[in-house]
């Protein structure tokens, strides 16, 4: 049982149901949103700008979604994506609680790494910052791992959707010249 002084989700907390619902709200939108992002907005950008600018664009745009994320997590001071309630599981004492914070603490970097191939900048760095239920801003260490996060983030992204988009051109001309031939 999680320790009822943090107010974490336990079937005893009168926050139970409402906590449920604000993570079942604040996951689902914020996924819906990345989705259409990574492959909405990137793929747009990458078609009509082309690789270069649009990856550049790209990068910039990122950003500037991920920092205004960023400061509106920090303005709401709710834990919406649960990311809050997770770094509080890494203070407890037992073992899971030192795993935790011996791999966020000891290994930022490949911590970053596998974070920044799997989620983006805003993700990482929310929950990559010490503490938890703090919503305090970024420190110089968390700019660091921000921007090194929208870095590798975006390439990851840039890289897989334009290659994506060469895929589906080399498709598509495979199949014209195919039915040219018929």
């Given at each position: 049982?999680?320790?009822?002084?943090?107010?974490?989700?336990?079937?005893?907390?009168?926050?139970?149901?409402t906590r449920l619902k604000l993570w079942i709200t604040g996951i689902s939108s914020y996924y819906i949103f990345t989705y259409l992002y990574d492959?909405?907005?990137?793929?747009?950008?990458?078609?009509?700008?082309?690789?270069?600018?649009?990856?550049?664009?790209?990068?910039?745009?990122?950003?500037?979604?991920?920092?205004?994320?960023?400061?509106?997590?920090?303005?709401?001071?709710?834990?919406?994506?649960?990311?809050?309630?997770?770094?509080?599981?890494?203070?407890?004492?037992?073992?899971?609680?030192?795993?935790?914070?011996?791999?966020?603490?000891k290994s930022t970097f490949v911590t970053v790494v596998v974070l920044s191939l799997t989620s983006n900048a805003f993700i990482v760095t929310a929950?990559?910052?010490?503490?938890?239920?703090?919503?305090?801003?970024?420190?110089?260490?968390?700019?660091?791992?921000?921007?090194?996060?929208?870095?590798?983030?975006?390439?990851?992204?840039?890289?897989?959707?334009?290659?994506?988009?060469?895929?589906?051109?080399?498709?598509?001309?495979?199949?014209?010249?195919?039915?040219?031939?018929?």
């Amino acid at each position: 049982m999680i320790d009822a002084q943090t107010n974490l989700l336990t079937k005893n907390s009168p926050n139970y149901i409402t906590r449920l619902k604000l993570w079942i709200t604040g996951i689902s939108s914020y996924y819906i949103f990345t989705y259409l992002y990574d492959y909405v907005v990137v793929s747009f950008l990458l078609v009509y700008l082309g690789f270069v600018k649009g990856m550049v664009s790209v990068m910039i745009l990122s950003v500037l979604v991920d920092f205004g994320t960023l400061k509106f997590y920090d303005w709401f001071k709710k834990d919406w994506l649960a990311l809050e309630t997770l770094k509080d599981l890494q203070y407890k004492k037992n073992f899971w609680g030192r795993l935790f914070t011996f791999v966020r603490d000891k290994s930022t970097f490949v911590t970053v790494v596998v974070l920044s191939l799997t989620s983006n900048a805003f993700i990482v760095t929310a929950y990559m910052r010490k503490g938890s239920f703090q919503y305090n801003g970024l420190t110089q260490r968390d700019w660091n791992i921000f921007l090194a996060s929208s870095l590798l983030t975006n390439l990851y992204w840039v890289f897989l959707i334009a290659g994506g988009i060469e895929i589906i051109k080399y498709s598509y001309q495979v199949i014209i010249n195919f039915i040219k031939v018929i």
